[in-house]
């Protein structure tokens, strides 16, 4: 079992940053591929980013591509995303979430993971 919790989200005017913040309970974060998803009002959930269970291979939306940096560090059983020259439109709720111990490839099916943060909110200003 995995336990997620999201923060670092809050109101950042737009070409502004923000870091969010993942920490997962449980000794096997390593052995976890880890995606974050976000949902915007009125929405479906979409994909962000991805990263596997190492950190050498990570994915990203086309939408966030070059502007977001997904990154973990497993000796601090986290995950990070980082993200540069924010837009109105990336105004969402922001969540991480975790594939099972047993899934080794990295997904943008939010039906493939097992574990979900509580979500954070992310608002751009123009």
């Known amino acids: 079992q995995v336990q997620l919790v999201d923060s670092g989200g809050g109101l950042v005017q737009a070409g502004g940053s923000l870091r969010l913040s993942c920490a997962a309970s449980g000794r096997t974060f390593s052995n976890n591929v880890m995606g974050w998803f976000r949902q915007a009002p009125g929405k479906e959930r979409e994909p962000v980013a991805a990263?596997?269970?190492?950190?050498?291979?990570?994915y990203y939306a086309v939408s966030v591509k070059g502007r977001f940096t997904i990154s973990r560090d497993n000796a601090k059983n986290t995950v990070y995303l980082q993200m540069n020259s924010l837009k109105p439109e990336d105004t969402a709720v922001y969540y991480c979430a975790a594939r099972g111990p047993i899934d080794e490839s990295t997904s943008f099916r939010d039906d493939e993971y097992n574990y979900w943060g509580q979500g954070t909110q992310v608002t751009v200003s123009s």
């Open positions: 990263i596997s269970r190492s950190g050498r291979s990570t």
